[in-house]
């Protein structure tokens, strides 16, 4: 399967970005689809993970009162709304997909557990 993110840009603390990757190349309605980012100088971290229904999702603590992910299987689309942007968020955001689906989604949180990846986009928040 192919990923393409999009959707990052420059915004200041306290506004809204939504990301979104597209996927082709396979049956991605059965992928589950996760989020992570990597800050510059710091190894690239989990941020949310969907599974194939749509119907579980799980994110990290830093955030999930923030960060919502979702998914179109119609359009073959993976969401990451984030809201309160902090300049902590600051970091390059990739999507990545495997299938089968994982027992517990909770298992997605490591980079091992996912097989594709998409390029990333680049988000910036100012102070």
């Known amino acids: 399967v192919q990923l393409q993110a999009s959707g990052g840009g420059s915004v200041q603390a306290g506004g809204s970005l939504r990301l979104s990757c597209g996927a082709s190349?396979?049956?991605?309605?059965?992928?589950?689809m996760g989020w992570f980012r990597q800050a510059p100088g710091k190894d690239r971290e989990f941020v949310a993970a969907?599974?194939?229904?749509?119907?579980?999702?799980y994110s990290a603590d830093s955030v999930k009162e923030r960060f919502t992910i979702s998914r179109d299987n119609a359009k073959g689309t993976v969401y990451l709304q984030m809201n309160s942007l902090k300049p902590e968020d600051t970091a390059v955001y990739y999507c990545?997909?495997?299938?089968?689906?994982?027992?517990?989604?909770?298992?997605?949180?490591?980079?091992?557990?996912?097989?594709?990846w998409g390029q990333g986009t680049q988000v910036t928040v100012s102070s």
């Open positions: 969907i599974r194939w229904t749509g119907g579980s999702v």
């Open positions: 190349g396979r049956t991605f309605s059965r992928y589950d």
């Open positions: 990545a997909a495997d299938s089968p689906p994982v027992a517990i989604l909770s298992a997605r949180r490591e980079e091992s557990s996912f097989d594709y």
